[in-house]
């Protein structure tokens, strides 16, 4: 069975929790216990009705202010397929939480409420999407029962949306649009009756027919090690293996591959899956990986294949998102960690810093402040074995580590 | 539907990535193991994970006095079996040396002691991180909880200042005297979970089966009667056939009415159930927020 990753944008105000709980609700995948504990929350609030919001805020503090502050992870399934959403928050303030939730999504659902059609936080919700290349955004206009299901409404903001996508979309991306009624259910599981103008697909039949292709595994081969393993038992004394997870690619029993930094080179002699031997490993397993020859390797060096080999960067140019309060500067040092790697990096330049709540370019800004994203040179203390996001986004992204604190203060895609 | 292959492997992936993470950025850690079926699944995924070797941490148990005997059993088992390294505290120790009260009443149970109990093995085997098998579908405030999720040195989890998870990278990176709680199964579901344990044939104790048990009624759960459980005159023990969800203790772990036998009928009753699994867990009954704030200070 496969797993899609959707990640959610929207504020309460625009029902984002209410369609994630209608999804929920309508696949019945809550349970009575669940529900009649929604029951009691929503009539401790008050509400005349369920709100299917309280059950993604999980948090005492969300439930007291009404708002999404963290990323809550939802599961449901259908019979074809998991599905794991990560319920974000949308508020400027909580950007790097958005872009936690937004990391690990090949789908990007962007809610609208039809009467305000689009506002600031719409484009930055798309902004966030293409900077993370997804390649699948569904927008979906919201509340339509409140402007009478109007068509002309549903119209323009489809219209109004298209300027956005001309100016910060790419090539690749797919926008889909979908008028709902989350609330009552309209268009996200069942199709709606009250707006007999709409022929395309609900939210979910439009997510029960999106097809990914294994994309990954197209791209070359790359293989950082995570762990050496070598038994003590003498049964397996000259066993010598190397674990990690594929990023991207394929490799085979037999395939001539070249370990990064040393360049020594060397044939997989085996790959296990498991407790299991295969030929061929693709598509992001965990494996353990033997040599023919006994050379060095170890914990964050690197398997490609040996016509597969891949630019080892010392200066990198990146756009990051900066996650913390203290502020970053030209000159400050930070760990930064590739996949399981980390190297010392020293920031060279700060380039273009972007204004979140406009997209404008902030004049004369050559700091970064929270949740501020922009461009970013750094000097890395050894070379790193990471592609260009853009050709291969899994092997193109990493994290800024502060030392003094340990907190992960940003994470960046790289672009060259 | 055909049941052949239901388990998505991305999951198996997922779990041993993270379990090799843990052991290559770690010096000391340990699997907290309770016996239960998600302890169970991340046993047999750090076997797989390390591979021929055997697995690199011990499991650490706490024994609140109170659990089922046949989980102790299967414990002891699945110890031989696996070769595994296992340590057990006790929170009837954590008792005798005044740490804590025992909780008094007909819903008294060890359930919140044993964090104190947990906090002083970490402190005494110096463990930096712990390995659990808590899964994010269970409760909406493990909705919120990270792969990685640091705890200070009180054990406290700070959910307002939880480090970002960006993409797969895992930053496990620490000042002494804090840890880390690791939950490689996070995106697993209950039926997920069942899957795998019939996929890879994996042995659970028996009273996640149908068994003849006495129990009790209360608050509109079966409760199963045991020496640990106080209860008044009116409340008369029976006898009927029941299986547990979830394994917790006896005092705060529910049974449901089932014929289940063989895990086929489990999962088939799991599709078919209208409460959720920690709908039979007394202890997340207390309040809305009794998982939030049992697991700021220090819980599983």
Known sequence: ?416 | MSRDKIFPEELEHEAIYILREVAAQFERPAILFSGGKDSISLVRLAQKAFYPSRIPFPLLHIDTGHNFPETIEFRDWLVKETGAELIVRYVQDTIDDGKVQEETGKYASRNILQTVTLLDAIEEFKFDACIGGARRDEEKARAKERIFSVRDEFGQWNVKKQRPELFNILNGKINPGEHVRVFPISNWTELDVWNYIREEELDIPSIYFAHQRKIIERDGLYWPHSDYLNISADEIPFTETVRFRTVGDMTCTAAVLSQADKIDNIIDEILAATISERGARIDDKRSEAAMEKRKKEGYF
Request: proline share 3%.
């Open chain 1, 1 to 416: 069975m496969d797993i899609l990753r959707i990640t959610t944008a929207g504020s309460v105000d625009d029902g984002k929790s209410t369609l994630i709980g209608r999804l929920l609700y309508d696949t019945n995948s809550i349970t009575k216990d669940k529900l009649e504990a929604l029951e009691a929350a929503s009539k401790r609030k008050g509400l005349n009705f369920t709100d299917l919001s309280l059950l993604t805020d999980g948090l005492i503090a969300e439930r007291e202010q009404g708002i999404t502050i963290d990323v809550a992870y939802i599961y449901f399934s259908t019979p074809s397929r998991k599905y794991i959403i990560a319920d974000s928050p949308g508020h400027a303030e909580y950007t790097r939480n958005m872009i936690t939730g937004a990391s690990t999504a090949s789908v990007f659902i962007i809610l609208i409420d039809a009467r305000q059609g689009i506002t600031e936080q719409t484009r930055r919700h798309f902004y966030i999407a293409s900077l993370l290349r997804i390649k699948e955004v569904i927008v979906c206009i919201n509340k339509m029962d409140l402007v009478d299901y109007t068509e002309t409404i549903y119209d323009k903001v489809q219209n109004d949306f298209q300027d956005i996508i001309d100016k910060i979309g790419f090539d690749e991306q797919q926008v889909h649009f979908i008028p709902v009624a989350a609330k009552d259910g309209d268009n996200v599981v069942y199709p709606s009756q009250a707006m007999e103008w709409y022929n395309g697909p609900s939210l979910l039949e439009y997510l029960e027919a999106l097809s990914f292709e294994k994309e990954t595994a197209q791209l070359p081969a790359r293989f950082p090690v995570q762990y050496v393993i070598r038994p003590q038992e003498d049964k397996y004394h000259d066993f010598r293996g190397y674990a990690g997870r594929l990023v991207s690619g394929s490799l085979k029993e037999g395939d001539e591959v070249m370990v990064l930094p040393s360049q020594r080179s060397s044939k997989i002699k085996s790959i296990v899956r498991g407790e299991t031997y295969v030929k061929e490993t693709a598509g992001n397993e965990s494996v353990i990986i033997t040599l023919d020859d006994d050379i060095d390797v170890s914990r964050g060096n690197m398997l490609v294949k040996a016509t597969e080999n891949i630019d080892q960067l010392v200066t990198i140019k990146a756009t990051i998102c900066w996650m913390t309060d203290a502020i970053l500067t030209t000159g400050k040092m930070y760990l930064l960690q590739h996949g399981i790697n980390r190297i010392k990096v020293k920031v060279t330049a700060v380039g273009a810093v972007l204004d979140i709540r406009t997209l404008e370019t902030a004049q004369g800004k050559h700091r970064f402040e929270l949740n501020d994203i922009g461009e970013i040179t750094l000097k890395a203390a050894s070379p790193l074995f990471a592609d260009i996001y853009e050709h291969n986004p899994a092997n193109g992204n990493f994290i800024l580590i502060d030392e003094f604190s340990n907190n992960t203060v940003a994470v960046g895609i790289i672009k060259g």
